[in-house]
């Protein structure tokens, strides 16, 4: 019996343009960033009636979500409910899923943390296992915190459709843990605002359908 995890990063952020560490800071989803969000939503309903009419090899329960769980930031859990509403679901904050906090870089723009901290900062993007943000959380304990809430939630799901409402910081350790990259090399992998992600587990067994998808107009 084949469990599927829709894996979802929240939407654009008010002042996004800006690049910044938002970290465990409760900024809201900018207008632009819901609709990206509904986009997501529409295409998973989409393609959860398509599989269902197609009919699986190894088919899961029912043509809706089982649930749906999120960060307890704002930004995570505004998506969260845009993603849960067609589904009849209310989602699950779990504040395990939080972003990571960045100690003091928390709410700067890269060019200050580059000016302000040039070393420290050259030495985070080099090897982000190693080294941490400034009176932040190391990516070890992160991983911690997120794999702990993740594998909890996928065995609760077993033979279902369920979905993750995160962050770009905590949906890379969830991918780097199931594609087996190691933790230095975080960065390589993409997630961009209201990415989906879509990771079948068979048996137990992780495949990864689908990294970074966006959904377009």
Same mark, same amino acid.
């Given at each position: 019996?084949?469990?599927?995890?829709?894996?979802?990063?929240?939407?654009?952020?008010?002042?996004?343009?800006?690049r910044?560490?938002?970290?465990?800071?409760d900024?809201?989803?900018?207008?632009?960033?819901?609709k990206?969000?509904?986009r997501?939503?529409?295409?998973?309903?989409?393609?959860?009636?398509?599989i269902q009419? /197609?009919?699986?090899?190894?088919?899961? #329960? *029912?043509?809706?979500l &089982?649930? !749906?769980?999120?960060?307890?930031?704002? =930004?995570?859990?505004?998506?969260?409910e845009i993603?849960?509403?067609?589904?009849?679901?209310?989602p699950?904050?779990?504040?395990?899923?939080?972003?990571?906090n960045?100690g003091?870089?928390?709410?700067?723009?890269?060019?200050?943390?580059?000016?302000?901290?040039?070393?420290?900062?050259?030495a985070w993007?080099?090897?982000?296992?190693?080294?941490?943000?400034?009176?932040?959380?190391?990516?070890?304990?992160?991983?911690?915190?997120?794999?702990?809430?993740? /594998?909890?939630?996928?065995?609760?799901? #077993? *033979?279902?459709?369920? &979905?993750? !409402?995160?962050?770009?910081?905590?949906? =890379?350790?969830?991918?780097?843990?199931?594609?087996?990259?190691?933790?230095?090399?975080?960065?390589?992998?993409?997630?961009?605002?209201a990415?989906?992600?879509?990771?079948?587990?068979?048996?137990?067994?992780?495949?990864?359908?689908?990294?970074?998808?966006?959904?377009?107009?």
């Amino acid at each position: 019996m084949v469990t599927t995890l829709y894996l979802i990063r929240h939407g654009e952020t008010e002042g996004a343009e800006i690049r910044k560490y938002k970290g465990t800071l409760d900024v809201p989803l900018s207008e632009k960033g819901m609709k990206q969000v509904e986009r997501v939503s529409e295409h998973i309903l989409k393609l959860m009636i398509t599989i269902q009419k /197609e009919g699986d090899t190894m088919p899961v #329960t *029912g043509s809706k979500l &089982a649930a !749906v769980y999120s960060s307890d930031l704002s =930004r995570a859990l505004k998506s969260a409910e845009i993603i849960a509403k067609p589904h009849s679901q209310v989602p699950i904050a779990v504040p395990s899923l939080s972003e990571r906090n960045f100690g003091l870089w928390e709410g700067m723009s890269f060019e200050e943390i580059k000016e302000k901290y040039p070393e420290e900062f050259k030495a985070w993007v080099g090897n982000p296992l190693e080294f941490s943000p400034v009176k932040g959380e190391s990516t070890l304990e992160v991983r911690d915190r997120v794999m702990d809430a993740f /594998e909890r939630i996928v065995q609760a799901h #077993t *033979g279902e459709r369920v &979905a993750i !409402v995160a962050h770009g910081g905590v949906n =890379r350790i969830i991918l780097c843990h199931i594609l087996g990259i190691p933790l230095e090399n975080i960065f390589r992998v993409e997630q961009d605002f209201a990415a989906l992600n879509i990771i079948e587990f068979w048996d137990g067994y992780p495949v990864v359908k689908l990294m970074n998808g966006t959904i377009q107009d």
